[in-house]
């Protein structure tokens, strides 16, 4: 918990950068009166990825990171606030990135056809002007419950750009 504390401290104050959490793809066992309990597993660990850019060097690092966690069996989530959420907008133009030769906007599309979440911020949203009509097919609107619920999980692993 002391690790999602941290990262959703830093985020809030605007430091970038990336946190990772070792053992990812690990179990890891506790001892509990004699008997060995598993804390986590390939399987049953997701991913939350906090990101708060429409950078397209950043975002495509993000995006990437989080397909191919996806890929490996994962669930994995991208939280997309603060300019971030431009990536959703179809009204915006979106940056091509150099080494995919895609824009972010269609990396997160593909993201979620292979059954990667994307959630956004609704206050980033009004801040930045985007209504609900603008976004891309299968973002969903985020709450404070819905990023709660993912984030609070035993079994949780968050990065941030």
Known sequence: MKVISSLLLSSLIGIS???VTPNFSQAQTTQSQGQQTAVTSPKTTSLFVNLTTDDSWRGAMAIGFAEKVLQQGHPTTIFLNVSAVNLASQKLPQH???ITG????????EFIAQGGSVLICPSCMKQGGISDNDLIQGVKMGSPQATQSLLFEDNVRVMSW
């Not at 895609?102 to 599309?109: A, D, N, S």
Request: proline share 0%; hydrophobic share 35%; charged share 5%.
């Open 96 to 98: 091509t990135n150099g």
């Open 17 to 19: 950068g990336i946190v």
């Open 102 to 109: 895609k824009t972010l906007q269609q990396m997160l599309q």
